[in-house]
């Protein structure tokens, strides 16, 4: 099989060559130990979550594991789904660590990126107990908003918090502080979102004093201080004068760094090029689901910003974000700039060509296998085996099912009880069909269900929630920054990694970022 070596590897990072590097382990081993710019796809996952990551299919594509074997069986299954340039990492994870930094942790070049914002602009912030007091002993002009998901925010949240998830501070802004007086203080989990929700807010020339929370939700807990949970307050869409204002100050600020922009006629040569190109439409979730471009995936641009490689997994590619109001694609692009992207945002007053002959993403189904739920429920001393997520599996599944790794399905299989058929589901039953191939590994009968968890609760079936453990489950990292409930060590080893990566990154050399600075 083709090999590459890290330091090739690292030489098209330099020079911005289009090239996608796959962990193909677990996520829990992926977030201990991984290069910069290595995105996680489980090699039981590839044919699910590859084909968006990796829209083009001549797009050089590197896997890599720690020496678990996986990486052969990653390479044909890659490949059977169309690719034409696969090659395995010489010496894995070892052989890179010898030339190039690894890091810890999820989402890594968004978090050291924001350490680096900071450390230029200054971001300025307040600890837990100065927002406490302000809070509590200030004139009460203060407004708290939480740059977050919904769903983060509404799992736990500062004292007066309302959610304005990171892409919406700009737009959100004036409708949520009319008031030039008025104390703006912007948290998240952590760091990041907090400091980059900040700075875009200052970035833009709001008149108002705006702080960080300073490590967020974990340093107002590790402070000993309450949250409140299941809030439900969210900062209202603008209009009028206050989405004015916000659009003006957008334009100046995309127009300082550079961001550029397309119309209908440029778009349709850039999907004609012979280039990985992603079309994003970075506007609130409930938004798109109502009305969106054919051809364009919801990527809300704080999360956007965040964790890029929920959608974009080839560095070197090029973006197109999209919005309607000409506020959130222009801010979301100033970072993704920032950050060593092409990016470019679509003229909003441009119209998107209706012919816009977007690829096929590729797709790959077994030719047997498949069961419907009557014709599981039909079958005689069957033993389920359930490849969801441990997260997913724990909160429910098909009575009497056993978790697996869907890396290590062809080992574990083995060690099932009984000797009647195994069927394999997972929540929709994409990858339960694309692990239909574990059948070669053992002698009895594999199966998949079609539709997976999914179909078996339609048809009116119930779940359990007792678990059965087949495999480890270390296919999940237990963020220390979501949810409730972590060990104080964790979130305080969180903060002290943060604080670490500007260093980190300066030693690596791969990262390609540039910080703007406003002048004065």
């Not at 896997?63 to 390479?75: I, P, R, S, T, W």
């Not at 959130?328 to 092409?342: F, I, K, V, Y």
Request: charged residues 25%.
């Amino acid at each position: 099989m083709k090999t590459i070596t890290a330091s090739d590897l690292r030489h098209h990072w330099l020079t911005k060559h289009e090239i996608a590097l796959l962990d193909v382990r677990e996520e829990g081993p992926y977030s201990h130990s991984h290069p910069l710019w290595a995105i996680s796809v489980p090699v039981s996952e590839i044919e699910a979550k590859l084909p968006a990551l990796a829209p083009r299919l001549s797009v050089p594509i590197v896997v890599y594991d720690d020496g678990e074997g996986y990486v052969e069986n990653a390479v044909s299954r890659i490949q059977a789904l169309g690719y034409t340039s696969v090659a395995i990492l010489q010496d894995g994870l070892k052989g890179y660590a010898a030339v190039g930094e690894v890091y810890r942790d999820v989402g890594v070049p968004s978090k050291a990126f924001g350490e680096l914002v900071e450390a230029i602009n200054h971001t300025p912030s307040l600890s837990a107990r100065e927002a406490k007091d302000i809070l509590e002993n200030g004139d009460g002009d203060v407004a708290v908003l939480d740059a977050r998901r919904f769903v983060e925010y509404n799992t736990m949240s500062i004292p007066r918090g309302r959610s304005c998830p990171g892409g919406e501070l700009l737009y959100r802004f004036f409708e949520a502080v009319p008031r030039p007086e008025t104390t703006v203080v912007v948290n998240c989990a952590g760091r990041t979102r907090s400091i980059v929700g900040a700075q875009s807010l200052i970035h833009a020339a709001v008149p108002n004093r705006v702080l960080a929370l300073r490590n967020g939700t974990i340093g107002w807990v590790l402070e000993g201080l309450e949250l409140d949970s299941q809030k439900t307050e969210r900062v209202d869409s603008p209009q009028g004068e206050a989405l004015e204002r916000a659009r003006k100050s957008a334009v100046d600020w995309a127009e300082y760094v550079g961001v550029k922009l397309i119309n209908g006629k440029q778009l349709a040569g850039f999907v004609e090029e012979d280039r990985t190109l992603y079309l994003l439409d970075v506007r609130d979730p409930e938004e798109y689901a109502l009305d969106h471009p054919e051809g364009f995936v919801n990527a809300p641009g704080g999360q956007l910003v965040q964790a890029t490689d929920e959608w974009v997994g080839v560095r070197g590619a090029r973006l197109v974000l999209y919005d309607t109001d000409g506020v959130r694609a222009r801010m979301t692009a100033s970072w993704l700039l920032q950050l060593g992207w092409e990016v470019y945002v679509f003229d909003e007053t441009s119209t998107i060509p209706k012919d816009l002959s977007v690829r096929e993403i590729p797709s790959r189904n077994p030719k047997s296998g498949g069961i419907s739920v009557d014709e599981f429920k039909a079958l005689p001393e069957k033993t389920v085996v359930d490849l969801a997520r441990s997260p997913v599996y724990t909160k429910g599944h098909i009575p009497g099912s056993w978790f697996a790794s869907g890396p290590e399905l062809a080992r574990d299989l083995k060690a099932l009880p009984d000797d009647g058929p195994i069927v394999l589901t997972s929540p929709d039953g994409v990858i339960a069909a694309a692990n239909f191939e574990a059948h070669r590994s053992i002698s009895r009968q594999v199966l998949y269900l079609v539709g997976g968890t999914a179909a078996w609760v339609d048809a009116g079936n119930t779940l359990e929630t007792e678990p059965r453990w087949l495999s480890e489950p270390i296919d999940v990292y237990k963020r220390p920054y979501e949810g409730t409930g972590n060990a104080r060590e964790a979130m305080q080893g969180y903060l002290d990694w943060e604080y670490g990566l500007v260093a980190q990154l300066a030693n690596d050399g791969v990262a390609g970022f540039h910080v703007v600075r406003r002048s004065q």
